[in-house]
């Protein structure tokens, strides 16, 4: 059974920083893309920041120099160093990730999604 999970949410004054992190466990062979998305209050859900398993990654137009994305391909990790942070930015925050994994049955790619974790950015 492959979960992501994240911590790392919580409440912050604007320009503050917060770091999230999202951890995959389970019979995992391989992620590929891992993504952070966010969804405010009566809005859809965006894509914040994205890395593919070779580094590269991509910004929402909104976070980018504000916000950085990094991975562990050892850990199985994904972290999100929110820094500047605005009042705009108040959001439950989730982990994504394309994942290969086997649960001796056979081999699946699917996504994968966390729980959420909730930031709020005070103005």
């Known amino acids: 059974q492959v979960q992501l999970v994240e911590s790392g949410g919580g409440l912050v004054q604007a320009g503050g920083s917060l770091r999230l992190s999202c951890a995959a466990s389970?019979?995992?062979?391989?992620?590929?893309?891992m993504d952070w998305y966010r969804q405010a209050p009566g809005k859809q859900r965006d894509v914040v920041a994205r890395?593919?398993?070779?580094?590269?990654?991509t910004y929402a137009d909104s976070v980018k120099g504000r916000f950085t994305i990094s991975r562990d391909n050892v850990k199985n990790t994904v972290t999100l160093q929110m820094n500047g942070l605005k009042p705009e930015d108040t959001a439950v925050y989730y982990c994504?990730?394309?994942?290969?994994?086997?649960?001796?049955?056979?081999?699946?790619?699917?996504?994968?999604w966390g729980r959420g974790t909730q930031v709020t950015v005070s103005s």
């Open positions: 389970g019979s995992i062979l391989r992620i590929d893309t």
């Open positions: 890395i593919t398993r070779s580094g590269v990654t």
């Open positions: 994504f990730a394309l994942i290969t994994s086997s649960d001796g049955r056979g081999i699946w790619r699917e996504d994968y």
